[in-house]
Structure formats: C-alpha cells, structure tokens
C-alpha cells in the first residue's frame, strides 16, 4: 500500500462561517511546522475521513496543497462527540531532515500458548512506544509476538520488542507490554470503589490550538 494521500487548498473561511463550510462538504484544517507560518486550509471531508480513519499518528500522508506536496502527520483530530464526525485537523509538516518524536502503535500478534494451553489470561499492557527517528524511518506499528509467552506468568517487556534500528525507544525498556496471568478466583473480582484509580493519559506534542473564534459557531 502506497502513501495516503490529501489534497488541500487554501481557506479564508473562519469563525462561525466554519459551519457552512462543513455543510458544504469541507473539513477546515490547519498545515504548521517547522519553518512553515499556520495556514488555513480546506480538505474534502469525504476523502480525508477515508484517510484518518485508517492511518495512525506516526504515518505520513502526502499533502497537495497549491501544486506543492508536503509529507504531514496527523497531530490532532477534532471530532463530532455526537455523530463522530470529523470537525477540524492539525497537519504537521515534517521537515524530512530533522528528528521527530512520535508515538508507534504496539500490535499484538499470534497466539500465547499459555492462554490456549493453561488456560491463562491474556493481560495488555502498553498500546504505544514513544520513540525518535527521522520521519523516513518511520512504522506503522510495532510487533509484539505472544507466541513467545509459553507458561503461565512470562511476559512481553518493552526491553524485549524488534524495533529497527534506525529509531531510537525513549519509552522505559521495563515497562509491560503484555503477560500471561492465572484466571483471578471469584472472590478476586470484586475490587473496592476506592480501589479505583483514574488513569492519565500523556500527551507528546498537542497540535495546534483550534483557531480563535471557531468555538464560537
């Protein structure tokens, strides 16, 4: 599969206008990145809803905009909390020479014998990897293979993923990715309201803010 790709055009549309412009079949965005001023620019909500839908944040899109292509990332996505439509992108503009930081998705793949074999239970641990490396050397994700988790209690640590070697890991080479437990007894699952923690989910880099004014449609 080749390259995503999205053409874009310039927008003069802002503020309480940007509804029409969505009724109209147009996504607003905004193109920014190193040495490139914040434009506004437009994209076809149909085709860019294709491409967001299936591309993850550390995969380049390649981005027509004025008979000029631009490799972007995907940093922020706005959506619709009702319809799940799309509302606003953030494009980045790499600039292929320079190290970026990004998170990679963690896939897990195959089987763990020690689920189908001892009747263990499949617990999940980290879903992503921070990392550095030059956007040429970017993947669309990271392979964890759970046939190597064979008994009851081994596990799957950062330190034990196949990264290439051209990107550089920042995420804590202890931390877990997946591991094979004892199905919990009865009385175990009954865990206390105050036992309950909320978790806090870390942001790298956010994308631009929304434009001034659109919130205000």
Do not use: W
């Not at 993923?161 to 009954?190: C, H, S």
Request: charged share 30%; proline share 5%; with cysteine.
């Amino acid at each position: 599969m080749g390259t995503p790709r999205l053409s874009a055009t310039r927008r003069t549309v802002i503020g309480k206008q940007l509804g029409q412009l969505r009724r109209s079949g147009q996504l607003p965005a905004v193109l920014y990145g190193p040495g490139v001023e914040p434009q506004p620019i437009q994209l076809s909500a149909r085709d860019a809803a294709k491409v967001f839908r299936r591309v993850h944040g550390s995969e380049l899109i390649d981005l027509d905009l004025e008979g000029a292509t631009r490799k972007v990332l995907v940093h922020d996505l706005q959506r619709d909390a009702i319809r799940g439509d799309f509302l606003h992108a953030d494009l980045y503009a790499v600039d292929m020479t320079r190290v970026i930081r990004v998170r990679i998705p963690i896939r897990l793949v195959g089987t763990a014998p020690a689920v189908t074999t001892f009747s263990g239970v499949l617990v999940r641990g980290l879903g992503e990897l921070e990392v550095e490396c030059l956007p040429a050397n970017l993947v669309t994700a990271i392979e964890a293979d759970l046939g190597e988790l064979r008994e009851v209690g081994q596990a799957i640590h950062v330190r034990n993923l196949y990264v290439p070697k051209d990107i550089t890991v920042l995420t804590d080479a202890d931390d877990l990715v997946a591991r094979v437990t004892f199905q919990a007894k009865e009385e175990d699952l009954a865990t206390p309201a105050s036992a309950a923690v909320p978790t806090e989910v870390e942001v790298i880099e956010k994308g631009k803010a929304e434009e001034e004014g659109e919130e205000a449609e």
